[in-house]
Protein backbone atom coordinates (compact mmCIF):
# COMPACT_ATOMS: atom_id res chain seq x y z
CA UNK A 1 0.00 0.00 0.00
CA UNK A 2 1.42 3.70 -0.87
CA UNK A 3 -0.37 6.94 0.80
CA UNK A 4 -0.52 9.19 -1.66
CA UNK A 5 -2.54 12.84 -1.98
CA UNK A 6 -4.41 14.16 -4.69
CA UNK A 7 -5.53 17.65 -5.46
CA UNK A 8 -7.46 18.73 -8.28
CA UNK A 9 -7.71 22.50 -8.61
CA UNK A 10 -10.06 23.61 -11.67
CA UNK A 11 -12.12 26.82 -12.15
CA UNK A 12 -14.30 26.35 -9.56
CA UNK A 13 -13.62 24.17 -6.91
CA UNK A 14 -10.05 22.88 -4.92
CA UNK A 15 -10.48 19.24 -3.95
CA UNK A 16 -7.88 16.62 -1.88
CA UNK A 17 -8.19 13.05 -1.85
CA UNK A 18 -5.63 10.96 0.53
CA UNK A 19 -6.11 7.09 -0.28
CA UNK A 20 -4.21 4.47 0.68
CA UNK A 21 -3.28 2.82 -3.00
CA UNK A 22 -2.66 -1.08 -3.44
CA UNK A 23 -1.03 -1.06 -6.64
CA UNK A 24 -1.69 -4.60 -7.18
CA UNK A 25 -5.40 -3.86 -7.76
CA UNK A 26 -5.74 -0.21 -8.51
CA UNK A 27 -7.51 -0.07 -5.94
CA UNK A 28 -8.19 3.09 -3.46
CA UNK A 29 -8.61 3.28 -0.15
CA UNK A 30 -9.99 6.76 0.82
CA UNK A 31 -8.88 8.04 3.99
CA UNK A 32 -10.01 12.01 3.35
CA UNK A 33 -12.01 12.97 0.30
CA UNK A 34 -12.49 17.03 0.47
CA UNK A 35 -13.61 19.82 -1.50
CA UNK A 36 -14.06 23.71 -1.29
CA UNK A 37 -15.37 26.10 -3.80
CA UNK A 38 -12.18 29.11 -4.38
CA UNK A 39 -13.67 30.26 -7.88
CA UNK A 40 -9.84 30.45 -8.99
CA UNK A 41 -11.48 30.97 -12.80
CA UNK A 42 -13.69 33.85 -11.29
CA UNK A 43 -13.52 36.63 -14.13
CA UNK A 44 -10.79 34.56 -16.05
CA UNK A 45 -12.39 34.12 -19.18
CA UNK A 46 -12.99 37.98 -19.73
CA UNK A 47 -9.68 39.35 -18.05
CA UNK A 48 -7.50 36.72 -18.75
CA UNK A 49 -5.74 36.73 -15.23
CA UNK A 50 -6.58 35.44 -12.10
CA UNK A 51 -7.85 37.92 -9.42
CA UNK A 52 -6.01 38.66 -6.75
CA UNK A 53 -8.60 37.87 -4.23
CA UNK A 54 -9.19 33.92 -5.82
CA UNK A 55 -5.21 33.59 -5.86
CA UNK A 56 -5.24 33.93 -2.57
CA UNK A 57 -8.27 32.04 -1.44
CA UNK A 58 -6.87 28.88 -3.84
CA UNK A 59 -3.29 29.27 -2.03
CA UNK A 60 -4.61 29.87 1.94
CA UNK A 61 -6.31 26.04 0.65
CA UNK A 62 -3.53 24.51 -0.95
CA UNK A 63 -1.56 25.47 2.67
CA UNK A 64 -4.32 23.43 4.28
CA UNK A 65 -4.12 20.43 2.14
CA UNK A 66 -0.98 20.10 2.41
CA UNK A 67 -0.40 20.07 6.18
CA UNK A 68 -3.40 17.32 5.45
CA UNK A 69 -1.10 15.33 3.60
CA UNK A 70 1.66 15.91 6.44
CA UNK A 71 -0.71 15.22 9.51
CA UNK A 72 -1.99 11.38 7.53
CA UNK A 73 1.47 10.81 6.86
CA UNK A 74 1.26 10.83 3.11
CA UNK A 75 3.90 9.62 1.24
CA UNK A 76 3.62 11.19 -2.85
CA UNK A 77 1.78 13.85 -3.59
CA UNK A 78 0.25 15.31 -6.99
CA UNK A 79 -1.39 18.62 -7.60
CA UNK A 80 -3.10 19.21 -10.80
CA UNK A 81 -4.45 22.59 -11.83
CA UNK A 82 -6.62 22.35 -14.63
CA UNK A 83 -8.39 24.99 -16.66
CA UNK A 84 -8.13 28.77 -15.73
CA UNK A 85 -4.59 28.06 -14.83
CA UNK A 86 -4.38 26.97 -18.86
CA UNK A 87 -5.76 30.20 -19.38
CA UNK A 88 -4.46 32.96 -17.02
CA UNK A 89 -1.80 35.29 -17.90
CA UNK A 90 -0.23 35.18 -14.04
CA UNK A 91 -0.38 31.49 -14.14
CA UNK A 92 2.97 31.55 -12.76
CA UNK A 93 2.15 33.42 -9.24
CA UNK A 94 -0.25 30.77 -9.00
CA UNK A 95 2.52 27.96 -9.41
CA UNK A 96 5.09 30.01 -7.11
CA UNK A 97 2.55 29.54 -4.54
CA UNK A 98 1.97 26.14 -4.55
CA UNK A 99 5.27 25.63 -4.60
CA UNK A 100 6.06 27.17 -1.53
CA UNK A 101 2.85 25.50 0.05
CA UNK A 102 3.92 21.93 -0.67
CA UNK A 103 7.34 22.83 0.19
CA UNK A 104 8.13 19.72 2.60
CA UNK A 105 6.89 17.32 -0.57
CA UNK A 106 8.80 18.59 -3.01
CA UNK A 107 6.29 19.43 -5.52
CA UNK A 108 4.66 21.81 -8.29
CA UNK A 109 1.01 21.91 -9.88
CA UNK A 110 1.12 20.39 -13.14
CA UNK A 111 -1.04 22.06 -15.57
CA UNK A 112 -2.19 19.77 -17.63
CA UNK A 113 -3.48 20.13 -21.00
CA UNK A 114 -7.18 19.05 -21.69
CA UNK A 115 -6.20 16.00 -23.12
CA UNK A 116 -4.45 14.61 -19.98
CA UNK A 117 -7.77 16.46 -17.98
CA UNK A 118 -9.89 13.82 -20.16
CA UNK A 119 -7.37 10.96 -19.38
CA UNK A 120 -7.13 10.96 -15.82
CA UNK A 121 -11.10 11.84 -15.85
CA UNK A 122 -11.35 8.22 -17.73
CA UNK A 123 -9.64 6.56 -15.25
CA UNK A 124 -10.81 7.34 -12.35
CA UNK A 125 -14.36 7.05 -13.49
CA UNK A 126 -14.89 3.89 -15.22
CA UNK A 127 -13.02 2.17 -12.32
CA UNK A 128 -15.81 0.81 -11.07
CA UNK A 129 -18.23 0.65 -13.91
CA UNK A 130 -17.17 -3.13 -15.33
CA UNK A 131 -17.71 -4.52 -11.67
CA UNK A 132 -21.13 -3.04 -10.94
CA UNK A 133 -22.10 -4.44 -14.61
CA UNK A 134 -21.96 -1.60 -16.48
CA UNK A 135 -20.23 -2.33 -19.81
CA UNK A 136 -18.51 0.06 -22.21
CA UNK A 137 -17.57 1.42 -24.67
CA UNK A 138 -18.33 4.80 -22.24
CA UNK A 139 -18.51 8.11 -23.66
CA UNK A 140 -17.49 10.04 -20.20
CA UNK A 141 -18.28 13.54 -19.76
CA UNK A 142 -16.67 15.93 -17.14
CA UNK A 143 -18.38 19.40 -16.82
CA UNK A 144 -15.70 21.98 -14.61
CA UNK A 145 -16.08 25.08 -14.11
CA UNK A 146 -14.15 26.58 -17.74
CA UNK A 147 -14.34 23.53 -19.78
CA UNK A 148 -15.92 20.06 -20.14
CA UNK A 149 -14.18 17.10 -21.62
CA UNK A 150 -15.25 14.29 -23.56
CA UNK A 151 -13.83 10.93 -23.31
CA UNK A 152 -14.66 7.26 -25.12
CA UNK A 153 -13.35 4.22 -24.24
CA UNK A 154 -13.31 0.94 -22.77
CA UNK A 155 -10.35 -0.40 -20.96
CA UNK A 156 -8.61 2.52 -21.90
CA UNK A 157 -9.45 5.98 -23.45
CA UNK A 158 -9.55 5.56 -27.54
CA UNK A 159 -10.63 9.50 -27.95
CA UNK A 160 -10.59 12.74 -26.41
CA UNK A 161 -11.08 16.45 -26.72
CA UNK A 162 -11.57 18.88 -23.98
CA UNK A 163 -13.58 22.31 -24.83
CA UNK A 164 -14.21 25.62 -23.09
CA UNK A 165 -17.60 25.18 -21.99
CA UNK A 166 -18.44 24.94 -18.24
CA UNK A 167 -20.34 26.12 -15.40
CA UNK A 168 -18.67 29.50 -14.35
CA UNK A 169 -17.96 30.09 -17.96
CA UNK A 170 -21.20 30.06 -19.39
CA UNK A 171 -22.46 31.55 -16.16
CA UNK A 172 -20.29 34.76 -16.80
CA UNK A 173 -20.89 34.88 -20.42
CA UNK A 174 -24.91 34.38 -20.72
CA UNK A 175 -26.56 33.47 -17.57
CA UNK A 176 -27.45 37.26 -15.92
CA UNK A 177 -31.01 37.46 -14.60
CA UNK A 178 -32.20 35.03 -12.05
CA UNK A 179 -33.31 33.00 -13.30
CA UNK A 180 -32.34 33.52 -17.08
CA UNK A 181 -34.24 34.71 -19.97
CA UNK A 182 -35.13 32.67 -22.66
CA UNK A 183 -32.86 34.62 -24.88
CA UNK A 184 -29.77 34.19 -22.67
CA UNK A 185 -30.69 30.23 -22.41
CA UNK A 186 -30.44 30.50 -26.41
CA UNK A 187 -27.32 32.09 -26.78
CA UNK A 188 -25.79 29.85 -24.14
CA UNK A 189 -27.40 26.64 -25.61
CA UNK A 190 -25.65 27.40 -28.96
CA UNK A 191 -22.34 27.86 -28.02
CA UNK A 192 -22.65 24.45 -26.16
CA UNK A 193 -23.94 23.01 -29.00
CA UNK A 194 -20.43 24.75 -30.83
CA UNK A 195 -18.68 22.72 -28.66
CA UNK A 196 -20.54 19.70 -28.62
CA UNK A 197 -20.42 20.06 -32.73
CA UNK A 198 -16.51 20.27 -32.01
CA UNK A 199 -16.23 17.19 -29.80
CA UNK A 200 -18.52 14.57 -32.38
CA UNK A 201 -15.71 15.83 -35.00
CA UNK A 202 -12.76 14.01 -32.67
CA UNK A 203 -15.09 11.60 -30.56
CA UNK A 204 -17.68 9.03 -32.02
CA UNK A 205 -20.80 9.11 -30.25
CA UNK A 206 -21.96 6.23 -32.49
CA UNK A 207 -22.02 2.37 -30.72
CA UNK A 208 -22.09 4.22 -26.78
CA UNK A 209 -23.25 1.20 -24.49
CA UNK A 210 -23.12 3.72 -21.37
CA UNK A 211 -23.20 7.91 -20.95
CA UNK A 212 -20.93 8.68 -18.03
CA UNK A 213 -21.01 12.12 -15.91
CA UNK A 214 -19.04 13.35 -13.32
CA UNK A 215 -17.63 16.65 -11.23
CA UNK A 216 -20.59 18.83 -9.55
CA UNK A 217 -22.37 20.16 -12.12
CA UNK A 218 -23.71 16.22 -13.14
CA UNK A 219 -23.82 14.46 -9.42
CA UNK A 220 -26.47 17.54 -8.26
CA UNK A 221 -28.68 17.15 -11.13
CA UNK A 222 -28.85 13.37 -10.14
CA UNK A 223 -29.35 14.16 -6.26
CA UNK A 224 -32.28 15.97 -7.94
CA UNK A 225 -33.10 13.21 -9.94
CA UNK A 226 -33.52 10.80 -7.45
CA UNK A 227 -35.70 13.41 -5.21
CA UNK A 228 -32.53 13.57 -2.24
CA UNK A 229 -33.41 15.65 0.40
CA UNK A 230 -29.57 16.09 1.41
CA UNK A 231 -26.34 15.35 -0.67
CA UNK A 232 -25.98 11.03 -0.93
CA UNK A 233 -22.41 10.06 -2.65
CA UNK A 234 -23.45 6.56 -2.00
CA UNK A 235 -26.87 6.23 -3.94
CA UNK A 236 -25.61 9.06 -6.31
CA UNK A 237 -22.71 6.83 -7.49
CA UNK A 238 -23.66 4.25 -10.59
CA UNK A 239 -27.03 5.23 -10.41
CA UNK A 240 -28.75 4.61 -14.05
CA UNK A 241 -31.83 7.07 -14.71
CA UNK A 242 -33.34 7.58 -18.33
CA UNK A 243 -32.51 10.31 -20.38
CA UNK A 244 -35.82 12.08 -19.62
CA UNK A 245 -35.27 12.11 -15.58
CA UNK A 246 -32.04 13.62 -16.16
CA UNK A 247 -33.52 16.24 -18.80
CA UNK A 248 -36.40 17.08 -16.28
CA UNK A 249 -33.90 17.73 -13.54
CA UNK A 250 -31.69 19.79 -15.29
CA UNK A 251 -34.43 22.05 -16.51
CA UNK A 252 -36.06 22.37 -13.51
CA UNK A 253 -32.16 23.30 -11.81
CA UNK A 254 -32.02 26.19 -14.78
CA UNK A 255 -35.74 27.61 -14.07
CA UNK A 256 -35.27 28.35 -10.18
CA UNK A 257 -34.59 31.47 -8.13
CA UNK A 258 -31.01 31.47 -6.17
CA UNK A 259 -33.22 31.33 -3.37
CA UNK A 260 -35.00 28.18 -4.78
CA UNK A 261 -31.88 26.72 -5.84
CA UNK A 262 -30.23 27.20 -2.02
CA UNK A 263 -32.82 26.06 -0.07
CA UNK A 264 -31.82 22.51 -1.63
CA UNK A 265 -30.85 20.18 1.02
CA UNK A 266 -28.37 18.57 -1.67
CA UNK A 267 -26.96 22.00 -2.44
CA UNK A 268 -23.39 22.72 -1.98
CA UNK A 269 -23.10 26.71 -0.79
CA UNK A 270 -20.66 27.47 -3.73
CA UNK A 271 -22.48 25.67 -6.53
CA UNK A 272 -25.32 28.03 -5.93
CA UNK A 273 -24.85 30.87 -8.19
CA UNK A 274 -23.18 28.63 -11.24
CA UNK A 275 -25.57 25.19 -11.42
CA UNK A 276 -27.72 26.82 -13.89
CA UNK A 277 -25.72 26.65 -16.12
CA UNK A 278 -24.01 23.63 -15.29
CA UNK A 279 -27.14 21.84 -15.68
CA UNK A 280 -27.86 23.94 -18.98
CA UNK A 281 -24.60 21.87 -20.40
CA UNK A 282 -25.79 18.75 -19.41
CA UNK A 283 -29.38 18.70 -20.48
CA UNK A 284 -27.92 19.78 -23.79
CA UNK A 285 -25.38 16.99 -24.11
CA UNK A 286 -27.42 14.14 -22.48
CA UNK A 287 -30.38 15.46 -25.29
CA UNK A 288 -27.52 15.27 -27.94
CA UNK A 289 -26.97 11.98 -27.11
CA UNK A 290 -30.36 10.74 -26.86
CA UNK A 291 -30.73 12.34 -30.18
CA UNK A 292 -28.04 11.22 -31.93
CA UNK A 293 -26.63 7.80 -30.75
CA UNK A 294 -30.03 6.34 -28.91
CA UNK A 295 -28.57 6.12 -25.59
CA UNK A 296 -31.38 4.94 -22.91
CA UNK A 297 -29.28 5.71 -19.45
CA UNK A 298 -27.11 8.30 -17.81
CA UNK A 299 -24.69 6.46 -15.07
CA UNK A 300 -23.53 8.96 -12.67
CA UNK A 301 -20.18 8.79 -11.15
CA UNK A 302 -18.33 10.39 -7.91
CA UNK A 303 -14.93 9.28 -8.79
CA UNK A 304 -13.33 11.43 -11.71
CA UNK A 305 -10.18 13.16 -12.33
CA UNK A 306 -9.31 13.28 -8.26
CA UNK A 307 -9.39 9.23 -8.01
CA UNK A 308 -7.15 9.33 -11.95
CA UNK A 309 -4.83 11.65 -9.91
CA UNK A 310 -4.43 9.18 -7.00
CA UNK A 311 -4.15 6.22 -9.02
CA UNK A 312 -1.31 7.77 -11.52
CA UNK A 313 1.03 8.68 -8.46
CA UNK A 314 1.22 5.12 -7.33
Given amino acids: MTRVGAIDCGTNSIRLLIADVDRDRGALSDIVRRVEIVRLGHG ?9 DAMARTLAQARDYSSQCSHHGVERVRFVATSASRDASNAEEFVVGVREAFAAFGIAPEVITGHEEASLSFRGATGDLQADAIHGPYLVVDIGGGSTEFVRGTHEVEQALSVDVGCVRLTERHVLSDPPTPSQIATATADIEEAIDRAAEVVDFQGISALVGLAGSVTTVTALALGLMTYDPEKI ?14 TSLLMMTRAQRAALGFMHPGRVDVIGAGALVWRTIVQRLQQ ?4 TRVVTSEHDILDGIALSIA
Fill in 237 to 250: HLSRLPPVQIIDAC
Fill in 44 to 52: VDKTGVIAP
Fill in 292 to 295: DAGI
